[in-house]
Nanobody, 122 residues
């Protein structure tokens, strides 16, 4: 059974940084696009960032451009989300997902983690 496990969430002050990690057991890992999504209380799940299987293509949501960076280590089967200059509005549960297509749409991502909470205090 495929496992997707996020880690690295926590409480941070506005302006601070966090780095999320996501280990996925999908194989071959390099054939899967990986995405980060987030969901704040009472809101829909929103796209944050995506990276192609090779890591050669990335895309960030407008709200996080210049602040968040997605990367991956295919040898380790892990994707990362470096989050800098965090704002209170970044507070949400962050989900990692794996799928066959490099896309901002959550539907093609077949495998999801349980999420990790990120809370940014003002």
């Amino acid at each position: 059974q495929v496992q997707v496990v996020e880690s690295g969430g926590g409480l941070v002050q506005a302006g601070g940084s966090l780095k999320l990690s996501c280990a996925a057991s999908v194989r071959p890992f390099s054939m899967y696009a990986m995405g980060w999504f987030r969901q704040a209380p009472g809101k829909e799940r929103d796209f944050v960032a995506a990276i192609s299987g090779s890591g050669g293509s990335t895309y960030n949501a407008e709200s996080v451009k210049g602040r968040f960076t997605i990367s991956r280590d295919n040898a380790k089967g892990t994707v990362y989300l470096q989050m800098n200059s965090l704002k209170p509005e970044d507070t949400a549960v962050y989900y990692c997902a794996a799928g066959p297509s490099f896309t901002t749409n959550y539907a093609p991502y077949h495998h999801w983690g349980q999420g990790t909470q990120v809370t940014v205090s003002s």
